[in-house]
């Protein structure tokens, strides 16, 4: 019975390995992983990599030297981003001479692409707040205005009534002058 275990490891992994064909086109050494299948479908037989996948390109002319040359360190790229199932998937390749085999393998980068996802939404939550704090600090000059007016009113004679509408809209004036002050610390009242 053949251990799987190593072909259990790369699946785990979602490493994708090929070997490099004389003809520079690649043949699949482990199964391709589900991101490879979503971002290139209905591949069969050799990969032209560098016309499915783009973005390796220059790192393929890279390799190309790299297998050349023939030395047994390995050449890794930085990261490349494409598209499988409509999310964004950073990869990496690396390029390794084993034996007289060129193999080239493709790695999923799953905690950049969390730390990715992490930044993302700071940064979405930053927009948002510079947005709202914008939309509070508008309302500086209105409530200035409506705390001097309510003010300026209750220095004039009113109604029973009107005096009590006017000490209702004061408390309410306060409760938002409190509540932006909150959130604007800095913000000062006039």
Request: aromatic share 6%.
């Amino acid at each position: 019975m053949q251990d799987s275990l190593p072909l259990d490891l790369v699946q785990a992994l979602e490493l994708f390995a090929l070997e490099r064909r004389s003809d520079y086109t690649f043949v699949p050494v482990t199964p391709p992983p589900a991101w490879f299948r979503h971002a290139v479908p209905d591949v069969k037989g050799p990969i032209a990599l560098a016309d499915v996948l783009p973005f390796l390109e220059r790192f393929l002319k890279d390799a190309e030297t790299f297998w050349h040359e023939g030395t047994r360190r390995s050449l890794l790229s930085g990261g490349f981003t494409t598209s499988s199932e409509g999310e964004e998937v950073l990869l990496r390749a690396c390029a390794l001479n084993v034996g007289p085999r060129s193999v080239l393998v493709l790695e999923r980068l799953r905690g950049q692409e969390d730390m990715r996802a992490v930044l993302q939404k700071a940064r979405d939550n930053k927009l948002e707040h510079e947005r709202v704090i914008k939309r509070l600090e508008s309302l500086r000059s209105p409530l200035t205005t409506l705390a001097r007016l309510t003010k300026d009113l209750g220095q004039t004679e009113l109604t029973g009534a009107q005096r009590e509408l006017l000490d209702a809209i004061s408390k309410a004036l306060s409760r938002i002058e409190g509540i932006t002050a909150e959130v604007l610390p800095q913000t000062k009242r006039g």
